[in-house]
């Protein structure tokens, strides 16, 4: 059983080790150094302090040794750690989501083609559905693939300008987006992004901004890897891949 001493504050890690506080952040926000973060406060064991001293890349704010190789790119999104399939994607019956209008009342998206699974994030089950709509109800015309957890839309792709993948943009937390490469989270970090007004050519007041993923259309599991990540960032979990 572990111990009320057993954890650390990111000021207690940083002494312990007798390195900057902020090189702990950097580890913790790369994903170095696993935490959880309970009720606002981040804890970190002593058992991962000294595992990713001694096996992982140094907690000292220099990152990977320069003799590291440097992985190769992905072209699909890695199941993020915190994340497990329990039941794989099946086609499914095709289904209408209501959205809120301004002004009262819901537009109704139909969703022709669809898909349905049962994941577990962050230990919790959760029914997944994905979708694909014509977008022809909508006044861009631009199709989308949009993935459902409980019927609450979590993540939505457009086709890209050229249409040849479909983009979706990165909110690590649910929320805040990315602007510079530098400050995506490691599970981002080795497949294709791009600024989402670039990709997809639309822009403008209410558009999304910032660095959006991209896959193939027909890439389902990713866009399910995708909106997990969203959740678990919600959660305060580090979005790395399952497995480091």
Aim: proline share 10%.
């Amino acid at each position: 059983m572990e111990h009320r001493d057993d954890w650390l504050t990111p000021e207690g890690a940083a002494s312990w080790l007798q390195v900057p506080q902020d090189a702990v952040q950097l580890a913790i926000k790369e994903g170095t150094l696993p935490a959880i973060t309970v009720g606002g406060h981040v804890r970190i064991s002593r058992e991962a302090v000294l595992a990713a001293a001694q096996h992982g890349p140094a907690v000292n704010g220099r990152g990977p040794a320069a003799s590291e190789p440097e992985k190769p790119p992905l072209t699909e999104l890695p199941e993020p750690a915190g994340f497990a399939w329990i039941e794989e994607l099946n086609q499914a019956e095709g289904f209408v989501h209501g959205w809120p209008q301004h002004g009262g009342g819901y537009f109704r998206e139909p969703y022709p083609e669809a898909w349905s699974a049962l994941v577990s994030i962050g230990g919790q089950k959760h029914r997944v559905k994905v979708g694909r709509s014509s977008g022809a109800e909508r006044s861009d015309k631009c199709p989308r693939l949009t993935v459902f957890m409980e019927d609450f839309p979590v993540a939505e792709f457009l086709r890209t300008a050229d249409g040849a993948k479909v983009a979706s943009v990165i909110k690590p937390n649910g929320k805040k987006t990315i602007a510079d490469p530098a400050d995506l989270p490691p599970l981002y970090r080795r497949v294709p992004t791009a600024p989402y007004s670039e990709i997809t050519g639309l822009s403008g007041m209410g558009r999304p901004k910032g660095l959006a993923l991209l896959i193939e259309p027909d890439d389902l599991r990713s866009a399910v890897h995708h909106a997990a990540a969203r959740r678990l960032g919600k959660l305060g979990q580090p979005l790395v891949a399952a497995g480091g």
